[in-house]
């Protein structure tokens, strides 16, 4: 393993504010990332096709949160025999090299800038509850799944319970992720991430926290879709031609996008008691669960075996090194 590197540049004079976003880092403005991912991957002799993908992190923006993304790149070496490029159902631009024959191993360089900015906490909303108009994109994202059950009788049962008093669809959305919140208790790794084995153990990490959730909203008639991304903590700052630099890291996360008729996506937190998905949150991929979230980092052997390769893991060693 070669090195796995997270920098983040927090610069003096912070470009393109915008009056209706705060600070991050508690300074009004835009906060730029710069994230720098170096890593190898060792090819065993009898492989005789490898396979990388990644996700190119997209522009988002909603009513408390804008993140830009600028200057991707993605390097290898060796060069791959393929390259090839597509969106896939949810929206996520996908990058998939391929290597053919003998090779001991292949280096990966993957670099972006993302200029993020936190919004209102307070932010207000029309929307009813139950929902009235639901756009085909957003219906697509009330489906259940195998890690989301939305349409088991418990999770029924239970969402009827914690919406019966609400409001409007916020009232009902606080409900929920509260609910989820009190009752979870944060085990990694748990023995399964779908939403019922969180339901029914009170344990899991994020993506029990996010499945559970979503179970909940969807049976609610809300649609509720999983991001997959990272979150930033300081590590150690140092100063480059006078500007601070911060190498951060943590490992990678999983949280919610809740869409508002008046509003659109609004992205949430399960596992925190802010509710909010906070500033440090840097968004990569969404999809129905986390079964659809792993392209990013995901490698495949001999098109037949294939593992998501986690690069915070990796990172995370690097740092305690």
Request: contains cysteine; charged residues 20%.
């Amino acid at each position: 393993m070669k090195k796995l590197l997270l920098l983040v540049l927090m610069i003096g004079t912070l470009i393109g504010a915008d009056p209706a976003f705060g600070a991050v880092a508690g300074t009004k403005g835009t906060t730029p990332i710069r994230l720098e991912f170096d890593q190898q991957v060792p090819v065993a002799t009898d492989v005789n096709r490898l396979s990388l993908s990644f996700v190119v992190p997209a522009n988002f923006r909603s009513a408390t949160f804008r993140q830009v993304i600028t200057d991707f790149g993605i390097r290898f070496s060796p060069r791959p025999q393929e390259v090839k490029e597509d969106t896939d159902a949810r929206g996520n631009r996908i990058i998939t090299a391929a290597w053919m024959g003998n090779t001991s191993a292949v280096d990966v360089s993957v670099s972006y800038l993302a200029l993020n900015e936190a919004g209102p906490t307070d932010f207000k909303t029309q929307a009813p509850f139950p929902l009235e108009r639901i756009t085909p994109e957003a219906g697509s994202y009330l489906k259940a799944t195998a890690q989301v059950q939305a349409d088991d009788p418990r999770i029924r049962r239970l969402a009827a319970i914690l919406t019966s008093d609400a409001g409007s669809e916020l009232d009902a959305v606080r409900s929920i992720i509260s609910y989820v919140i009190d009752h979870m208790t944060y085990v990694t790794p748990p023995s399964s991430y779908d939403a019922l084995y969180a339901l029914e153990t009170g344990k899991g990490n994020c993506q029990n926290y996010s499945h559970l959730s979503a179970a909940l909203l969807r049976a609610s008639g809300i649609p509720a879709r999983i991001v997959k991304g990272f979150t930033i903590n300081e590590r150690q700052i140092s100063y480059v031609d006078g500007k601070a630099v911060f190498k951060m890291g943590k490992k990678r996360h999983s949280w919610i996008e809740v869409w508002f008729s008046d509003l659109g996506w609004v992205p949430f937190d399960p596992q925190s008691r802010a509710l909010l998905a906070p500033k440090r949150f840097l968004r990569v991929e969404v999809g129905l669960d986390n079964n659809e979230t792993r392209n990013d980092g995901l490698i495949r052997r001999n098109k037949t075996v294939s593992r998501s390769f986690n690069f915070a893991t990796s990172f995370s060693k690097d740092l305690a090194q």
